[in-house]
C-alpha cells in the first residue's frame, strides 16, 4: 500500500512500478495519478463517512464533514460507475 499527500509524479510511478496499491487522499488526485502513472486495476480511497458517522455510536474520530480528506460515499460511488 502507498498513500501519501501531495505526491510528486516520481512517487506515483515507483509505486506503480513495484505494483503497490495506490491510496489517494482526495478526488482531485485523480487526473494527476493518470497523467503522471496511469490508474491501475486496483485502487484505494481515504473515505469520509461526512454525516453518516453521526448515525454510528461509538463516533471516536470527530467531524468528518469538516475533514479536508477522504472521498464521500456519492464521490466513491460515482468514481465506480464512470
Not at 500500500?1 to 487522499?25: H, R, Y
Not at 472521498?71 to 468514481?79: A, G
Request: glycine share 8%; no cysteine.
Amino acid at each position: 500500500m502507498f498513500t501519501s499527500n501531495d505526491t510528486p509524479a516520481i512517487e506515483f510511478k515507483k509505486a506503480a512500478q513495484l505494483g503497490a496499491i495506490i491510496n489517494l487522499d482526495d478526488i482531485t488526485h485523480i487526473p494527476f495519478l493518470e497523467r503522471s502513472a496511469g490508474i491501475p486495476d486496483i485502487i484505494s480511497f481515504r473515505y469520509n463517512p461526512g454525516p453518516l458517522l453521526k448515525t454510528m455510536e461509538g463516533n471516536v474520530i470527530g467531524s468528518p464533514e469538516q475533514a479536508k480528506y477522504g472521498l464521500t460515499r456519492d464521490q466513491l460511488s460515482r468514481r465506480m460507475q464512470q
